[in-house]
């Protein structure tokens, strides 16, 4: 199974852009997903987070700003980030636990995805 990160990229303060990460491989389901961040000399933070049970939760920073969602269909998860600000420049991972099969039981496994970069600047 393997997580790719994709949709990144520069632009403007105030400006839109929205990032996805997909799932690929021999899994059967997405159980729990969240976005973190890391900027330059920074600890990784957490940004956001879908659950099993379809709640959402938000870091204080981009709480009504940005929205996470889930394709159970598509196996993605996308953070749409709306008024971003130079503070929001990082390199966005994407963090899911995934139902696999391993001979004939199942089990949770955590994934990582390779990041993208997103910029904001004038």
């Known amino acids: 199974v393997q997580l790719q990160a994709s949709g990144g990229g520069l632009v403007q303060p105030g400006g839109s852009l929205r990032v996805s990460c997909a799932a690929s491989?021999?899994?059967?389901?997405?159980?729990?997903t969240e976005w973190y961040r890391q900027a330059p000399g920074k600890e990784r933070e957490w940004v956001a987070t879908?659950?099993?049970?379809?709640?959402?939760h938000y870091a204080h920073s981009v709480k009504g700003r940005f929205a996470i969602s889930r394709d159970n269909a598509t196996n993605t998860v996308y953070l749409q980030m709306n008024s971003l600000k130079p503070e929001d420049t990082a390199v966005y991972l994407c963090?899911?636990?995934?139902?696999?099969?391993?001979?004939?039981?199942?089990?949770?496994?955590?994934?990582w995805g390779q990041g993208t970069q997103v910029t904001v600047s004038s």
């Open positions: 491989g021999d899994l059967i389901s997405i159980n729990h």
């Open positions: 879908f659950t099993h049970y379809n709640a959402t």
């Open positions: 963090n899911a636990f995934i139902f696999v099969r391993v001979g004939t039981a199942t089990k949770l496994n955590d994934y």
